[in-house]
């Protein structure tokens, strides 16, 4: 019994190293746990698929990917840009350059939820260096009503529970 210590003399855990820890050949490499899931380690910088994989079933599955570079994927190996949320294929398709910061893909239907508070509003602000909140879109929970504002302005178009429509106004 005892600890290990590699680089120290005193470990605190049952193994300790202090230093960098080489991978040898730069293949996939696998820190398995007590359910086998896994953190798998691809350490080759030349291949496309460098970077840190985590894997629930022993490697069959890739539930998320820290790819080099910055991009993560989840669901995926191959992320289309910096977060890309992958169900299932869309087909061969991939992001629009100018707008694929978050990538959410599927064979069906796809979407984004907003949970809040039934007396909150959950919002998409568009901002730029000179204003936060140039264009907003929000929905108010409280008024069941969805707004859409420009340049921090009252709602310029809302849409009211029963079908109303302001344009306008409030």
Known sequence: GGNVGIGTDNPGELLEVDGNIRLGDGTHRNIIGPTNATLGIYANPNDSNEGIKFSTDGGTTIEMFLQDGGKVGIGTTNPNNTLHVHTASAGSVTADTDRDDLVIENSTNVGLTFLSPNTDKAAIAFGDPQNSRVGLITYDH???SLA???NNT???LTV????EVGIGGT
């Open 148 to 150: 859409i504002r420009t």
């Open 154 to 156: 009252d709602n310029l």
């Open 160 to 163: 009211q529970n029963g079908g």
């Open 142 to 144: 409280a008024h069941d």
